[in-house]
């Protein structure tokens, strides 16, 4: 009779067929935003050990009938399985401590009650075996670097980077033309005036081993790639430049 108490038990606390519809859970009461908040200050793992330990905390209830014949171990288990609940809401660092000290008093109860064939084999092994996971996972337990605040939103982020921004210094005109980048020189042509386009794509090519159609068209500004084509043709027909490679791929450098 004593072996078939925990079974008996998880029986009972079964719903019945006629309220098993209208019953309301209450397995994610423990996610409720405030209490997730407040409570577990939005720690996931701190939530996945309270339902352990009231799980467990469940089980003990189940078996304490057990321990009719020893009023003071029944009384010592019922203790331990409110310091369970109890321990398991309590702020990460006490809560580790209190739990630990709760699973050790109970895991010794279990011995106890064993040794003295208050419960069976099969009922002490299975709280057994859940103390030592609830134990495992309060020594393994970490608290989380960062907090789990809300996310802010892009008009948040834009509001906050525009108040961080520095207001721009005045700053002259003269020293603000000083502190322009320079850009490359090479004279900005014109389609009529060929000697001076001429000169700024020998002057281009010169300053590098060589150069190809398309880096010179960059360069010399106000002319298209054709027209820097045709001109290349020129210089290279009149002797001044040397062509290598064909087409895209040809490269010009300065004899």
């Known amino acids: 009779m004593r072996h078939r108490l925990l079974a008996q038990g998880q029986a009972d606390d079964q719903p019945s067929a006629s309220t098993k519809g209208s019953a309301k859970p209450q397995d994610d009461f423990v996610l409720e935003k405030s209490i997730f908040n407040n409570i577990f200050e939005k720690d996931i793992q701190r939530v996945f050990m309270y339902k352990k330990a009231e799980r467990l905390a469940k089980a003990i209830h189940l078996i304490a009938p057990a321990f009719a014949e020893a009023p003071s171990l029944r009384n010592r288990i019922d203790a331990i399985a409110v310091g369970l609940v109890d321990a398991a809401i309590l702020p990460p660092s006490a809560a580790r401590t209190a739990l630990s000290r709760e699973l050790l008093t109970l895991s010794s109860v279990l011995a106890i009650a064993r ?141």
């Open 115 to 255: 040794t003295g064939s208050l419960l069976s084999p099969m009922n002490a092994d299975l709280i057994s075996k859940e103390t030592h996971f609830l134990l495992q996972e309060v020594a393994a337990y970490e608290e989380p670097r960062l907090a789990l605040d809300d996310v802010p939103s892009l008009s948040d982020i834009a509001k906050s980077a525009v108040k961080q921004r520095p207001a721009p210094a005045a700053v002259s005109e003269p020293r603000r033309e000083a502190e322009r980048p320079q850009p490359v020189k090479v004279a900005e042509v014109s389609k009529g005036h060929l000697k001076d386009r001429r000169e700024s794509i020998l002057s281009f090519i010169g300053s590098k081993e060589a150069a190809s159609i398309k880096d010179i068209a960059r360069m010399v500004r106000g002319v298209s790639e054709k027209t820097v084509q045709r001109e290349l043709a020129t210089l290279v027909s009149e002797g001044v430049l040397a062509k290598k490679g064909e087409r895209r791929w040809s490269l010009y450098s300065v004899i």
